[in-house]
């Protein structure tokens, strides 16, 4: 895949010809990252003092450290090697979602895609455009849990399919209220789609079948609406408390 490149006509020609409109593709977030151009060479990077300083306190490289700042909006947290951080999209996650595995090229970066959910909905819109249909659209990548241990696959970016599945106020099967179940429907579905492939398998996209029901006509709010606000975030530091 190289910057440029057409990756919903892509999607479409891969696509079974019975794929309809309540199926969902899940689509690994480097593969459109490096459509899209959000890729980055450590070559064209020069680490700055800040970046310097905490490579050499976390044992990391300047340059990859130069380019995980560029992606931050807030550092929370530089422990182990690992920089926990706030996203320029308000996610967070390790390294502000710079990696190199399954890069193009050595010394090749691949960034989050800028907008995640407008990636969704242009990918959505080029399937429907190639085949006259439209199914839901995720943008995945792997992210730790502060309560447990892995990594699993979660939706950076979503068009036409229900995020969360608000289920307060709705009886349970004893006939109790619900008051705090709300099912991350985009995140079970991302996870879902990631043990259906190998990290190594270089397959890129996922279909999955069955969830008619959570699917949308419209593009709906897109992932962005399932970010947590930082106000109820028990994790994050008071302000003013976090690294340098």
Not at 231 to 237: G, K, N, P, S, T
Request: hydrophobic letters at 45%.
């Amino acid at each position: 895949m190289r910057p440029g490149d057409d990756l919903a006509a892509l999607l479409a020609a891969a696509a079974p010809e019975d794929l309809c409109d309540g199926d969902v593709l899940c689509v690994a977030h480097k593969v459109v990252s490096k459509a899209e151009g959000s890729v980055r060479r450590l070559d064209d990077i020069e680490a700055g003092e800040r970046a310097l300083r905490l490579a050499a306190e976390q044992g990391k490289e300047p340059r990859l450290v130069q380019a995980v700042l560029d992606e931050t909006a807030i550092l929370l947290r530089a422990d182990r090697g690992v920089l926990i951080c706030e996203t320029r999209h308000g996610y967070v996650c390790a390294n502000a979602g710079v990696d190199a595995s399954n890069a193009g090229a050595p010394g090749e970066l691949v960034l989050l895609p800028a907008d995640p959910d407008r990636s969704a909905r242009e990918l959505r819109g080029g399937i429907a455009a190639a085949l006259g249909v439209r199914p839901g659209v995720l943008i995945t990548d792997s992210f730790g849990r502060a309560w447990r241990l892995g990594q699993t696959d979660v939706a950076l970016g979503a068009a036409g399919l229900v995020g969360i599945d608000d289920r307060r106020g709705q009886a349970d099967a004893r006939g109790r209220k619900l008051r705090a179940t709300m099912v991350a429907v985009a995140d079970a579905v991302a996870g879902a789609a990631d043990l259906a492939r190998s990290k190594d398998s270089d397959e890129p996209a996922v279909l999955v079948r069955g969830l008619e029901r959570f699917v949308t006509a419209e593009d709906g709010p897109g992932a962005g609406a399932m970010r947590r606000p930082p106000a109820d975030d028990l994790f994050r530091a008071p302000e003013g408390s976090g690294p340098p």
